[in-house]
C-alpha cells in the first residue's frame, strides 16, 4: 500500500491528509524517526515542566512518549478531524492531561504568549512543498503564529529533513525576527537503511529557534550548528555558512547511504574536519575489492597511514591504495591520513576518535558486533614534526617537515600546501641529527608540548642533511643520464657545463657539485623564496662552481639563445613544476616543451649534450603530442618511466646516429659508476647507476 505522495504538492493538502489517515488506520506513522532516535535532541531542549504545542501530530506516538516520561503539559494540534479523533480514542483514559485539537496552525486559536514550546516533527517540511506564492504566504502565517504563541525566551523545535528551500525560510524568518537560530543533526542509526518502510537518504536536523525580547536598532544575529547530540554548538558567520555546513552534512549522509547498500562506488574521499576549528584532521579513501571472497572476519577494516607517508605510491595513489586492499585480504579497506598542524596522542586515541565515524562508511552484511580492526605499518601513528611554515607569493604556502621512514631514518621534506600530496623536494637526515630529534621529541612529549611549534628547530641545516643521498628515484635517474656523455668513466676530470632549471630544494644541482668536481652547474629558480628554503633548510649553498639566476627559465633560456656569443652547456636538465592544477600536465609547464623554445635549448646545447627533462603528465593525447614534439627537434629520444610514479625521465639527444642499444648503455653507466665508487667520493651504495637505465625505451 503506498502511503507517501505521488507528489511533494500533496503534502499541502488537507485531502490527502484525511485520506491518507483513513488508510494508514491507527497504526503509527513516524516521519523522520522514533522518539528513541529523537528523544536526546528533545530532552535537551524541553524541560518537563514547559507547556508544550504540538502542530501537525498526525498519529505519530512521539507526544505520548514525551508524556510517559514526563512531559505532561501537551497540547496537540492537527487539521485532519480523522486523525484527531483517533489520537483521542486512544489517549482519552491513559493521558487524560494530554489534549488533541483540530486547528489550522496558520490561524490557531490561543492567546498570545500561551507556550514555552512549539514542537513540529515534518509538519513545517509538509507545508512548504515549494516555492510559489501561495505556499510562501502560508509558511509565513504558520511562522507568524508560532512567534505569536510563544513567549519570550521560548522555543521553535522543528524537526526538518532541512532541505534547502526550507532551511532558507525558516532561518531567514526567524533571524530577520531577531531569533537565535541553531540547527542541530540528529544522530541516526544505521539500521534505518534497510527498514521496510520508505526513509530518507537525508539526514534529519532539529532546527531550534530561541525568541528573543525585540530591541529596537539590534542587527545582531545569531546562526549556530550542533552536529552532535552532545557536541559543542559552532557558531557561524551567517546564514549562507550555516546552509553550507547542513549541505556538506547531507552530502556525507548520501554518501553514507550509497556506501551502504552498494560496493564498488569507485574513487570515494572525504575530509573528517575538527569540530572546534572546522580544520580538516583526517582524510579519508574507501577502497573496495570485488574479488575478495566474504568471510565472517573480512568485511571491513581500517588502515591508518603513519605521518608523512600520505605521499607514497601506495597511500597516495588509487592504483596503490587497490594493491593496498587487495593484499590486506578485505572486502572494504578505509586509508586515514593524519594532517599536518593537527595533534594525535597515539594509535588507541585516534582508533577511539574513528570508531563511531568510520562505522557509518561499513558496507552492508557485516555480522552484528563484529570488532573492526585498525591496520597500521609497524603498528605505530609515525613522526611527523613541523619545521616551518611559510608563504611564498609565487608558490603558496608551504611547509617544512621532517618525517620518520621505515628504517627510522628522518627525511626532511618541502611540501606545497596546494598540492599536500606531492613531495616537492626532499633530503635525508643524516642519522646523529635524527637520533637527536628522536631524543627531544621524548622530552618533549614529557612537557606536553605539540611536536610541531617553532621551538623544534633542527641543527644548522648545512650539518644535518645527507647530501650524497638522493631521495628522489626521478633525481636518480637524471644523474644517470650523464652515462650518454662521451667518455662517461672520464667525466670526473673533464670541465662539464650544466644548466639546471628548477631549484626547488637543491638536492639535484648539489650532488652534482659534489660528486663531478670539474663541473661548473647554472640552476634557474623563478622562486626567490625557494633558494632561502634550499639555502636554509636543505643544506644548498652557492660557489664559484654553483651560480643560482633568480630569473624564470623561459626568459633565461631565451636571453641565452638571442646572445651573439652563445653559451653552449653539456647538459641541460629541467625539473620545473606548473603552478596550474587544471592541466594534464604538472611538469613541466606546457610553454617549456613548445616547438620554438625547444629550438632555442637545442642551439644552447653542445652537439653530444644532452637534454634531460623531467615529464609528469596524466593526459596520454598530450604526452603523445610532447613526444613527439621533442621528437621532432632531438632525434634521439630515450623514456624512463619511474615505477609506482607518473614521473617519466626523458633523454634528448641530437644525433640519432649515436643511438645506444640497452647492454651498451648499462655498460656505460657502469663505466661511469665505477669512477664513482672509488674510495673517498663518499658514493652511495645503495644507488646504482646501470639500474636507473635498465628500463630505458627509444621513442
Not at 544575529?221 to 546564514?239: H, N, T, W
Not at 606548473?578 to 646545447?605: E, H, N, R, W
Request: glycine share 6%.
Amino acid at each position: 500500500m503506498n502511503l507517501l505522495p505521488k507528489s511533494s504538492k500533496e503534502f499541502g493538502s488537507v485531502d490527502y491528509w484525511e485520506k491518507f489517515f483513513q488508510q494508514r488506520g491507527k497504526k503509527a506513522f513516524e516521519w523522520y524517526g522514533t522518539y528513541l532516535e529523537l528523544c536526546g535532541v528533545l530532552h535537551k531542549y524541553i524541560k518537563p515542566r514547559e507547556k508544550v504545542l504540538v502542530v501537525g501530530c498526525g498519529n505519530s506516538e512521539l507526544s505520548e512518549q514525551l508524556y510517559d516520561v514526563g512531559y505532561q503539559d501537551i497540547v496537540n494540534i492537527d487539521i485532519s478531524e480523522v486523525v484527531i479523533k483517533q489520537m483521542k480514542e486512544r489517549n482519552a483514559s491513559r493521558r487524560p492531561r494530554m489534549s488533541f485539537l483540530k486547528m489550522d496552525m496558520t490561524q490557531m486559536e490561543f492567546p498570545d504568549a500561551s507556550f514555552q514550546v512549539v514542537l513540529d516533527k515534518g509538519t513545517l517540511d509538509a507545508v512548504l512543498t515549494d516555492e510559489e506564492e501561495k505556499t510562501l504566504q502560508q509558511v509565513d502565517r504558520m511562522l507568524a503564529e508560532v512567534g505569536r504563541v510563544l513567549q519570550v525566551g521560548g522555543r521553535y523545535l522543528c524537526i526538518s529533513l532541512a532541505q534547502a528551500h526550507v532551511l532558507k525560510k525558516a532561518v531567514g524568518h526567524f533571524s530577520r525576527e531577531g531569533w537565535m537560530v541553531r540547527v542541530h543533526q540528529v544522530a541516526s542509526s544505521q539500521d534505518q537503511l534497510l527498514e521496510a518502510e520508505p526513509r530518507f537518504s537525508l539526514p534529519v536536523f532539529a532546527f531550534i529557534m530561541t525568541k528573543f525580547r525585540p530591541v529596537t536598532g539590534s542587527a545582531l544575529q545569531i546562526f549556530e550548528l550542533c552536529a552532535q547530540e552532545q557536541g559543542k554548538p559552532m557558531r557561524l558567520e551567517s546564514a549562507e555558512r550555516l546552509a553550507e555546513a547542513v549541505r556538506e552534512r547531507q552530502q556525507y549522509a548520501w554518501l553514507c547511504s550509497q556506501l551502504y547498500r552498494k560496493a564498488g562506488l569507485g574513487s570515494v574521499s572525504l575530509d573528517l574536519c575538527n569540530g572546534d576549528t572546522g580544520e580538516p584532521r583526517y582524510t579519508l579513501h574507501v577502497v573496495d575489492s570485488p574479488t575478495v571472497k566474504p568471510s565472517r572476519d573480512n568485511h571491513f577494516a581500517i588502515f591508518i597511514i603513519p605521518q608523512g607517508r600520505e605521499t607514497e605510491w601506495l597511500f597516495g595513489m588509487e592504483e596503490g591504495r587497490k594493491q593496498l586492499a587487495a593484499s590486506a585480504g578485505f572486502r572494504r579497506l578505509i586509508t586515514v591520513a593524519l594532517h599536518r598542524g593537527q595533534q594525535y596522542e597515539g594509535m588507541d586515541s585516534i582508533q577511539a576518535e574513528l570508531s563511531a565515524r568510520v562505522m557509518e562508511l561499513a558496507p552492508a552484511g557485516m555480522p552484528a558486533q563484529l570488532q573492526v580492526p585498525f591496520l597500521s605499518v609497524g603498528g605505530d601513528i609515525g613522526v611527523r614534526i613541523v619545521q616551518h611554515q611559510d608563504r611564498s607569493p609565487l608558490s603558496g604556502d608551504y611547509v617544512i617537515e621532517d618525517v620518520q621512514g621505515d628504517d627510522k631514518r628522518y627525511f626532511r621534506r618541502l611540501i606545497f600546501l596546494s598540492n599536500r600530496n606531492v613531495v616537492q623536494s626532499e633530503a635525508r637526515l643524516l642519522q646523529d641529527v635524527s637520533h637527536r630529534a628522536q631524543k627531544k621529541r621524548k622530552k618533549d612529549r614529557k612537557k606536553h608540548r605539540p611536536a610541531d611549534t617553532p621551538e623544534d628547530l633542527p641543527a644548522a641545516p648545512g650539518q644535518s642533511i645527507d647530501k650524497g643521498y638522493l631521495c628522489c628515484e626521478h633525481h636518480k635517474a637524471m644523474i644517470a643520464g650523464l652515462a650518454l656523455l662521451k667518455n662517461p668513466e672520464l667525466l670526473l676530470e673533464t670541465p662539464l657545463a650544466l644548466l639546471v632549471v628548477g631549484l626547488g630544494g637543491g638536492s639535484l644541482p648539489l650532488f652534482i657539485h659534489d660528486h663531478f668536481p670539474k663541473s661548473c652547474i647554472h640552476a634557474v629558480e623563478i622562486d626567490p623564496s625557494m633558494l632561502e628554503v634550499a639555502t636554509q633548510w636543505f643544506g644548498f649553498c652557492q660557489s664559484d662552481r654553483m651560480k643560482v639566476h633568480i630569473a624564470d627559465g623561459l626568459d633565461f633560456i631565451t636571453s641565452l639563445a638571442e646572445e651573439e656569443a652563445q653559451p653552449h652547456y653539456d647538459v641541460i636538465m629541467f625539473d620545473v613544476d606548473s603552478k596550474d592544477p587544471t592541466l594534464g600536465m604538472s611538469c613541466p609547464p606546457p610553454a617549456f616543451v613548445a616547438q620554438l623554445f625547444l629550438q632555442k635549448v637545442k642551439s644552447i646545447l653542445t652537439p653530444e649534450g644532452v637534454f634531460i627533462l623531467n615529464l609528469v603528465c596524466r593526459d596520454l593525447g598530450l604526452k603523445d603530442s610532447v613526444l613527439a614534439g621533442l621528437k621532432a627537434v632531438f632525434p634521439l629520444l630515450y623514456v624512463r618511466r619511474i615505477e609506482g610514479e607518473v614521473n617519466e625521465i626523458l633523454f634528448c639527444q641530437l644525433h640519432s646516429e649515436r643511438k645506444l642499444a640497452t647492454p651498451e648503455l648499462l655498460e656505460m653507466a657502469r663505466a661511469l659508476e665505477q669512477t664513482l665508487r672509488k674510495p673517498g667520493r663518499g658514493w652511495d651504495d645503495t644507488y646504482v647507476l646501470s639500474d636507473m637505465l635498465n628500463t630505458v625505451k627509444i621513442v
